[in-house]
């Protein structure tokens, strides 16, 4: 049906399944779900807490409607499914304002080479955006306009910790590290960024991974500097 771009679209429907999957999975209800792709959205859904087999669910709504699907795959299809996607998303852009701004803050000579740092993990790569002897943390920011794009990257980033974690549990032994998710969230920030924190939050309680807020990028600075002098 796909032709050559049939890897690319099976791709991004695993990509859906599993976020959906790891949602349920959490104990959220369904329509708390963010799905990781614009374009992708929930139809009429009735509230669940069970994941038996939503998979089959999800796979069978997704290609059936597959072709109303209104997002990049549509009218950038290839740079999305491949990768390759401009940096246009206000999510990333502040995200990447912020960690150079914590950066600048933490202003350690010893730690610049801990800074987005790419980490192998079995044959692939996890991006970290401070990767240090005994401290490890990704950086998120939920003080922007479209908290649901934020969120979407701050799962992403939330999940490579994960991995990055379990891959040090199995090849250090002896060695105490700490990850965290750390999201800059202002004290006075709308309700639907605090909600959306509280959601990450679960979700990292779920995963034993914690998540850490601060105001400003110097509260993100300390945590980062406490942390691996610990």
């Known amino acids: 049906m796909y032709g050559d771009k049939a890897p690319q679209i099976i791709g991004f429907i695993s990509l859906v399944l599993s976020s959906a999957k790891a949602h349920l999975q959490s104990k959220l209800m369904l329509e708390l779900w963010h799905p990781p792709i614009n374009g992708v959205t929930l139809g009429d859904i009735q509230k669940t807490y069970s994941g038996k087999e ?51 803050h933490v202003n350690n000579p010893l730690f610049s080479k801990n800074w987005q740092r790419e980490a192998s993990v079995n044959g692939s790569h996890v991006n970290i955006d401070f990767l240090g002897l005994r401290y490890n943390a990704n950086l998120a920011n ?36 700490n990850f965290e998710l750390l999201i800059a969230l202002k004290n006075n920030a709308p309700a639907e960024a605090q909600d959306s924190y509280q959601m990450i939050e679960r979700l990292a309680d779920s995963i034993n991974l914690r998540v850490i807020k601060g105001s400003t990028p110097q509260e993100l600075a300390s945590r980062i500097i406490e942390q691996e002098a610990a």
């Open 54 to 104: 939503i998979e089959g669910v999800l796979f069978q709504a997704i290609t059936a409607y597959s072709s109303l699907y209104n997002g990049k795959i549509t009218t950038d299809a290839l740079n999305e499914l491949n990768g390759n996607d401009t940096l246009s998303d206000e999510a990333e852009q502040l995200t990447i304002h912020l960690l150079k701004s914590v950066k600048t």
């Open 142 to 177: 939920f003080d922007v306009k479209i908290v649901k794009n934020a969120f979407k990257l701050a799962k992403v980033k939330l999940f490579d910790l994960e991995v990055l974690r379990e891959n040090r549990e199995q090849g250090i032994i002896n060695s105490y590290q």
